[in-house]
């Protein structure tokens, strides 16, 4: 279902059609057109009929959009038909705070495996996930099928682990260390830098002082 | 030192520098020309010069950047040297495993009460922080300077939530729940989306599929 050269602008508010479908979908509304979706959602109908025609269109204008289909191929186009097995590297508040929170949320990311350098958590669980040594990551990862790494640690460590992974069939990792990896293109990087949101924040708060 | 009218787009790498900063003025380098700080974070030197002029420039083009100076006058552009109070709502995984992290950072951004609706958590305390029942956050926010209001609840609450503090003094709103929320200009709102991150991820996986 993907198409190939969309721009990571489009590809960023694909999400947010998502979220909104759903809960059009499921409060029942079965046609929407672009202009009632601009009015929700507060972007140019303009805007959503050029970001919809990337991926054919999705249906005839005066008529409007089936909800239920068209959440269905976003849903397609981004890959949520597929499951995704992810193991955790960092197996600390935030890392199983994750794994709890995606199992409650039942989505298609299912974590598999958590690593840690705790010895105190060898041989635990979080979530039903079991925790091993983080030196049994690479032997894991050989012989299972890893989707996805999600790294939770400190920055001294993310990047080594992430370069170590490198030549193994992992797709991607989602990185929440407060660093920029840079890794060969066959592995996709997806940022979660909290610090980050927490300064933009405080940016906008202090914006109009003095 | 904030000043107005400075792009989102600008706002948003500004972390990104003061995160290479730090790392530049640990390391012990002293200045850096914009050649070579674009080298590192992967950005054209003009584009460097060209965010930095919307601050007065920093400094000397020959001469390079005094990393310190720099360093310092990003963070207080950032507003991070004020201290931000704030109160966690939604004393879940999630919400607790921020409250850790956070305190382990040691940034300038403090948790004071967490709020939630689950009887056996209420006189417990995470990370030092005192939890009570979420009908006393009404009350606690009259009382109390509160700078930010993180919420980690479910979005079926937390649009509730968030309208019912637009009248308080609060600033802003770092949000994790998998909602838009619509609120006054005066109440700044920052989104976590962590599931719309997932997706861009799964996009970026499957992209060249078919």
């Known amino acids: ?38 009015r929700i959602m507060k972007v140019t109908a303009s805007q959503i009929r050029q970001d919809f025609n990337n991926f054919g269109g999705f249906g ?18 981004l890959g949520l038909d597929h499951q995704h097995n992810m193991v955790l590297v960092g197996a600390g508040n935030l890392g199983q705070a994750l794994v709890k929170y995606l199992k409650f949320k039942k989505s298609g990311f299912n974590f598999v495996c ?17 925790i091993r040594p983080i030196s049994q990551l690479r032997s894991y990862v050989d012989e299972n099928d890893v989707d996805i790494v999600v790294l939770t640690i400190p920055k001294s460590e993310a990047r080594e682990i992430a370069h170590s992974l490198t030549d193994t069939k992992i797709k991607a990792i989602w990185n929440f ?15 979660v830098h909290l610090q980050d949101s927490l300064m933009r924040l405080s940016y906008n708060i202090h914006k109009n002082e003095n």
């Open 1 to 38: 279902m993907a198409e190939k050269g969309i721009s990571q602008a489009v590809i960023s508010r694909l999400p947010r059609y998502y979220r909104y479908l759903k809960e059009l979908k499921d409060s029942g509304k079965e046609r929407i057109s672009s202009q009632e979706l601009s």
């Open 177 to 191: 260390a407060h660093i920029d990896l840079e890794l060969p293109p066959h592995i996709q990087v997806e940022n």
């Open 60 to 77: 005839q204008q005066g008529y409007g959009y089936n909800t239920t289909y068209l959440y269905d191929e976003i849903g397609k186009i």
């Open 114 to 130: 958590a690593f840690d350098i705790n010895p105190q958590l060898f041989n635990q669980t979080v979530g039903g996930v079991p």
